[in-house]
């Protein structure tokens, strides 16, 4: 009779780990900035302020920013970004809008009209060259390719050494890199 309980938590432990590791890497991806809206009558003017700063900042120092948008407020208002056809940027606060420019600099992944009243949302800032910002929804961490190449020699050695727990181990931490690659950061 095989030990199902080691098997089970080997399963567990390396199912886990790539989700642990990835945690721990986006939360501590770029310089933290948080875009406070005010919770009482928010303003588009305000909010295009805002991102006109970070990219003043951006041209400062380039560097990686986890920028932090608090879109609550008591008026219940729809807060959105989004782009015109001439890619002037436009900042809507219910019927408000606020139309800015930043040349051609924010290159947009992520969905537009991107929204974020009523909840916090966390954009990723990465710096492509000196006029240039690239603005994700989801954070950019893969695992390489070589985590895979090991946990398939892992899965032979378990296939040449009769071993379940390195089989089920090896497996279940593929299977979860996959899902790690596979799924972005949601917050």
């Given amino acids: 009779m095989m030990p ?12 886990l780990l790539p989700f ?27 909010i295009a302020d805002y991102f006109r700063q970070i990219a ?12 932090t948008l608090n879109g609550c407020n008591e008026e219940g208002k729809a807060i959105s970004l989004d782009f015109k056809k001439d890619k002037t940027m436009q900042v ?15 290159i947009a992944e992520h969905p537009l009209p ?12 990465q ?15 893969t695992f390489p390719m070589y985590v895979y190449l090991f946990s398939m020699i892992l899965f032979c050695i378990g296939l040449f050494i009769p071993s379940l727990e390195c089989i089920v ?6 299977l979860s890199v996959m899902l790690c690659n596979r799924t972005g950061n949601r917050e």
Avoid: Q
Wanted: proline share 6%; hydrophobic share 45%; with cysteine.
């Fill in 4 to 15: 199902i309980i080691p098997i089970l938590l080997s399963f567990l432990v390396c199912f």
């Fill in 20 to 46: 642990v590791i990835k945690f721990f890497i986006v939360r501590h991806w770029g310089e933290p900035v948080s875009v406070r809206v005010d919770p009482l009558c928010p303003r588009a003017s305000d």
């Fill in 114 to 125: 991107l929204v974020f009243s009523g909840r916090k949302r966390v954009l990723y800032i």
């Fill in 56 to 67: 003043i900042s951006l041209d400062e120092n380039p560097r990686r920013m986890r920028l």
């Fill in 127 to 141: 710096v492509v060259d000196a006029n240039r910002f690239r603005v994700m929804a989801s954070h950019p961490f």
């Fill in 92 to 106: 809507f606060v219910g019927e408000e809008c606020e139309n800015f420019s930043l040349r051609n600099r924010w």
């Fill in 169 to 174: 181990s090896s497996l279940s931490f593929s």
